[in-house]
């Protein structure tokens, strides 16, 4: 026998007339979303899901809090579920609410401005790294200023232990070439902290007391730098000073000579005044270089622009005098001459001087 439950007809929840009006008006305002919001009819499947209708959740608040599916099902059956959210069209005489728009703009704008205003950390890390070489740069030269040449030295060989930075390494190339106090073939050097009243490095340098203890190959650094850096003619630059203490020294490079030392020295500062990489003393070394050559027209160029740059810079008037003289151009050498007479403070320089216009004023007899 068939129970009497099993003979009655299924029937579905009932729907509410206001419900089914309600929901209708929420379909047409959706319209435009592209939501099918339409009252729909689904014929019985599998399951208990027998048709649906979208309804607004809260109908005393109106269509402000997005919509739920609501579902014919059999009696006493709890299932339900829900499709997302979305906020309604503005309904005509209502003004949308647009601060949670507005406050969402404001984030998003706010987080991509600090994001975009962060530095990546390589870029932080190179930038804290220039900062501390400019600051050790800077500290070197103010203990050169304050005659402490190995406290300079220690603080750049740790700026730079392996001499890879061009900016330290030409630093460390004017402390070698210009304040060691003793050298093994400009391969190792030494320095001093001196006080105000102390020798000068090169005059410490003829007594021969100090022992080298740093290793710094000026032309090898210099030289692998250049490979590295072709562009950096201050390297070319450093070089040609180092071919110009090799032959004011005498303490280096004894295997190429010293016609090949200057031919190098030429050279480099060349290739340096080329880019704009000069200045009194480097264009009075090429003058020189050229005029131990015995190329005393092209001499003449250099020494002058030196003058140029250091108009009070004897040595240059009494070198500019004698290439002078070699050419016959006895009252330019003469000029030349007196100036540096008159330039000179010491008394070794100024009779040197003085025994060149001497020969000049001969000559001109």
């Known amino acids: 026998m068939v129970a009497a439950?099993?003979?009655r007809p299924r029937q579905l929840e009932p729907l509410a007339v206001a419900d089914f009006e309600l929901a209708e008006e929420n379909a047409q305002g959706h319209l435009h979303q592209g939501l099918h919001n339409r009252v729909k009819k689904h014929r019985r499947k599998k399951g208990n899901w027998v048709?649906?209708?979208l309804g607004c959740r809260d109908r005393v608040a109106g269509a402000g809090r997005g919509c739920n599916l609501r579902a014919f099902r059999r009696p006493g059956q709890t299932t339900s579920r829900r499709i997302p959210t979305f906020q309604p069209a503005p309904q005509p005489g209502k003004i949308p609410h647009l601060w949670p728009v507005m406050t969402r703009l404001l984030l998003l704008?706010?987080?991509?401005?600090?994001l975009l205003a962060r530095p990546a950390p390589a870029q932080t890390s190179r930038a804290t790294r220039m900062a501390a070489e400019a600051t050790a740069l800077r500290q070197a030269r103010q203990l050169v200023l304050e005659r402490r040449y190995e406290s300079a030295w220690q603080l750049l060989a740790l700026t730079d232990p392996t001499n890879a930075d061009p900016a330290v390494v030409?630093?460390?190339v004017d402390l070698a070439l210009n304040y060691y106090t003793a050298t093994d073939e400009l391969r190792r050097f030494a320095f001093r902290n001196l006080k105000l009243l102390d020798l000068s490095p090169d005059s410490l340098r003829q007594l021969g007391q100090d022992s080298v203890r740093y290793a710094f190959a000026v032309r090898s650094v210099?030289?692998?730098?250049?490979?590295?850096?072709?562009?950096n003619y201050k390297l070319s630059r450093a070089l040609g000073d180092y071919y110009f203490t090799v032959q004011q020294c005498d303490c280096a490079e004894q295997e190429l000579g010293e016609d090949e030392v200057f031919r190098r020295t030429i050279a480099q500062y060349q290739q340096a005044h080329s880019h704009g990489q000069g200045d009194y003393l480097s264009y009075f070394a090429l003058g020189y270089a050229y005029q131990r050559l015995?190329?005393?027209?092209?001499s003449l160029a250099p020494?002058?622009?030196?003058?140029?740059?250091?108009p009070t810079y004897a040595t240059a008037h009494l070198n500019l005098a004698f290439v002078l003289l070699e050419l016959k151009e006895f009252e330019k050498a003469r000029k030349h001459a007196r100036r540096a007479v008159e330039l000179f403070s010491d008394?070794?320089?100024?009779?040197?001087?003085?025994?060149?216009?001497s020969q000049i004023e001969e000559r001109m007899k």
Do not use: M, N, S, Y
Not at 222 to 231: G, I, K, S, V
């Open 222 to 231: 210099l030289e692998q730098l250049q490979q590295r850096f072709p562009d």
């Open 109 to 114: 704008f706010l987080t991509g401005t600090v």
């Open 5 to 7: 439950d099993e003979q």
């Open 303 to 310: 020494f002058e622009r030196a003058l140029q740059l250091r």
């Open 51 to 53: 048709g649906f209708i």
């Open 294 to 298: 015995g190329r005393f027209q092209e």
């Open 347 to 357: 008394a070794p320089h100024r009779e040197d001087a003085g025994f060149l216009l």
């Open 170 to 172: 030409l630093q460390k």
